[in-house]
Nanobody
Framework: QVQLVESGGGLVQPGGSLRLSCAAS????????MSWYRQAPGKEREFVAQ???????NYADSVKGRFTISRDNAQNTVYLQMNSLKPEDTAVYYC????????????WGQGTQVTVSS
């Protein structure tokens, strides 16, 4: 049973920073494509960032230069360092694990709330 548990969310002022963590269990972590998505109230879930098993990263234009995704395979954890936060970054942030065998298998965490407000 794959489990993904996010942590690190909270309330932060505009311009501040947060680091989200997503701990994986029940799976071989090192071969997974790991991603972060977010969903703001009344909006669809959107892609934020991803990191391949080899460490290649990709970001949404809206967070490029401000957010950094990284992974620690020894700790089965993926991180999202968020700097220069804006009110429009307010959302529930979700971690996703993906692996392609004969088709894509995706697993999601339960999400962690990030609120950027003064």
């Amino acid at each position: 049973q794959v489990q993904l548990v996010e942590s690190g969310g909270g309330l932060v002022q505009p311009g501040g920073s947060l680091r989200l963590s997503c701990a994986a269990s029940g799976t071989i972590f090192s071969n997974k494509l790991m991603s972060w998505y977010r969903q703001a109230p009344g909006k669809e879930r959107e892609f934020v960032a991803q990191i391949t098993s080899g460490g290649t990263t990709n970001y949404a234009d809206s967070v490029k230069g401000r957010f950094t995704i990284s992974r620690d395979n020894a700790q089965n954890t993926v991180y999202l360092q968020m700097n220069s936060l804006k009110p429009e970054d307010t959302a529930v942030y979700y971690c996703k694990s993906s692996v392609y065998v004969t088709s894509w298998s995706d697993y999601w965490g339960q999400g962690t709330q990030v609120t950027v407000s003064s």
